[in-house]
DNA sequence: GCAACCGGAGAACGAACGTTCTCTCGATGT
DNA sequence: ACATCGAGAGAACGTTCGTTCTCCGGTTGC
């Protein structure tokens, strides 16, 4: 196994494990058997379990991203694009692997220990509001209303975990749909 | 020191612990230490730090179900009851100690692990859900309205938490005046 | 064929933590 | 005054975990 398939398997595994059972639940030598990449080979890619934290936020915060702008520039109308961030929340949550975002879930039990978690989610958070007020901008509405759609994405993704069902999406798409309603185009 | 002040030292120590650093980083010493109350006096009133944990998360449900009441209740109108949800978020927001909602990050936390704790955290979104969806229907409005402001409730304590600013209960209030404005009473 | 090296498996190590135990002291009842 | 009980301080125990080390087998270059 060569270095870069080592590291992909290393992330890939991580990443799954991390997001099922929590990142402090996971001890290395779970990563390892489910990698199937020795400790030894683990410790020269990543010099330690926090490197490998990172590394997998900062890999799932591009795959969202991108997931997120396939979502949004299938659509044609720059209404559509917004509300379609919510149609991405909703098939999202429908996976039967779905425990919340990661990076929420990073930040409460890593925020108070680490500076760089918190520097990750923050960042990542930031990228996903500005692609919204770019969207709401390429909507002519104002960037009070973008404030308002992030609140209410970030609040459908704690909901559905919590409650353990997608609809929260749904209720979060109406609630755009109106206040892109209410905020008419300049 | 008796039994029920024991009790009472022990459950704000590990309610400000927990809530500062998280659960999982905060020994059974630190507790101690903070609390003023020996290990064995402790293990004899919760028979495990599990115990502990969900004493500590039932008793904040109850604190923060009677300040919401508090606040909705202070004022005259259905719809500005409505409104003063987010009123309480925003004065909460603003606590120089405020790291987003214990029940979220206990849920982000502990959830792959303890059914408990995801159980506590479950019945306690439902009743401010329940309290929100009173508020809603004496205001008129329709159950879906009361959804929406829920999604909001929660997207506005996961937002600011992780850009560490009271703005989003701001931008989730100004949501839920044009939310309420464009579900008209029946 | 042989020696040198790289990587894997798993033991080992040191720290942290939840929980229990020991020892001692002070209070209480008679 | 004295015996008894309960509680506190802190050590101790067993486990888990992050990280490192050891040993060994296979591969590669001559």
Redesign the pocket.
Known sequence: ?D?TT?EARLLDAADALFYERGI?????????QAS?????????L???????VEAVLRRRDRAIREQISAYTSARATPAERVLAVFDYLYDWFGQPDFRGCAFINSFAELGPASANVVDIVRAHKQAVADHLAALVAAAGRSPALAAQLLVLANGAMVTAAIVGSPEPARDARAAAQRLLDADPAT
């Not at 402090?24 to 390892?32: E, K, L, P």
């Open positions: 196994m270095h080592a402090q639940a996971v001890g290395m030598d779970a990563i390892r199937g990449v020795s400790l030894k080979r683990t410790y020269q990543f010099p330690s379990k926090e490197h490998l």
